[in-house]
């Protein structure tokens, strides 16, 4: 679900003949340049004015990962339009240890400033190697669909090993039981600041998705003595996905994909949010900065 094509309005043109990287006159100048041409495979798309955490990947014209330490990127308002902001994308890895065949292992994310609703370019060029440009949009919208940062966590009432057992909680492979001790109602009603992930690591859908359940686990080890929570709960009811979403995620949290990570306050506002695939290191940083402190 979080790993959607993009649409490209100019479709993928070809590269210029030019030996030199054309001046950033345009966001399509810099396209054009010598190289191969690509769409971005955008991993987020829930975005309201603000601070944007955008994650994507790279796919060659051949199907394979571009992954890189860094790429370049540069934001416009239109393909024709010239860059308003430049800054670059760092390569953030995604599950722990090795990765399942077909999984991607890092994914690209940048932070972005777009305090506007609308629909934006973006053009990220992985640094070092073969020349590849790879070409998006980051739509914008009023109000983002998922809860935002500074609202109230919704007070979901989700399983817990107090409701059934640790096979019918998740759909792991090895379970951290450590994620089913509360819930989120339960979080919020002792005043204690948390973690929760919704995710479904056996049926997700996308590339990078199916390890996020081990990272939150990862960094549930790392703050064992701080007095932070971690809570997962699935997505799909009964674990079935014919069955379709469960309520919280439905009609609680109102999630327009999958995974999602939130980190919430004692206070019971959401500090931070992160959709799709997140690094260890990121929520690590996260949970440091938004919750301990």
């Known amino acids: 679900m979080c790993l959607a094509a993009c649409s490209l309005a100019a479709g993928c043109g070809g590269s210029s003949s030019a030996q030199e990287e054309p001046d950033a006159a345009t966001l399509e100048s810099l396209w054009r340049a010598p190289g191969e041409d690509v769409a971005i495979v955008p991993g987020s798309s829930d975005f309201g004015p603000g601070r944007i955490r ?3 990947l790279v796919v060659d014209n051949q199907g394979r ?3 890189r330490p860094e790429a370049k990127v540069w934001v ?3 393909l024709k339009s010239p860059p308003f902001a430049q800054t670059t994308a760092r390569s953030e890895r995604v599950g722990i240890g090795a990765s399942e065949p077909g999984e991607a292992e890092a994914v690209f994310v940048t932070n972005l400033e777009l305090k506007q609703p609308g629909t934006y370019w973006m053009l990220a060029e992985p640094v070092g190697g073969r020349k590849i440009q790879a070409v998006g949009n980051v739509v914008v919208k009023k109000r983002p669909q998922a809860p935002d940062v500074g609202e109230r966590a919704p007070p979901s009432k989700t399983p817990t090993l107090g409701d059934a057992p640790i096979g019918r909680l998740s759909t792991s ?11 989120v109602a339960g979080a919020l009603d002792a005043r204690k600041p948390f973690v929760v992930v919704f995710a479904t690591p056996k049926y997700c859908t996308s590339r990078t998705c199916g390890p996020v359940v081990d990272v939150v686990s ?4 790392r703050h064992a003595d701080d007095g932070v929570r971690f809570i997962h709960a699935e997505i799909y009811r009964d674990n079935d996905p014919t069955k379709g979403e469960n309520m919280w ?3 609680e949290w109102k999630l ?3 995974p999602w990570v939130f980190l919430v306050g004692a206070d019971g506002r ?6 799709g695939s997140v690094s260890v290191r990121e929520l690590d940083e996260a949970v440091r900065a938004d919750l301990l402190n």
């Open 270 to 275: 959401i500090r931070a949010r992160f959709e």
């Open 218 to 221: 990862a960094v549930r080890r």
């Open 65 to 67: 990962l571009v992954t």
């Open 76 to 78: 416009a308002r239109g």
């Open 249 to 251: 995620v439905r009609d």
């Open 54 to 56: 955008f994650s994507f």
């Open 256 to 258: 327009p994909s999958e």
């Open 173 to 183: 492979k090895v379970p951290d039981r450590e994620l089913y001790r509360t819930s």
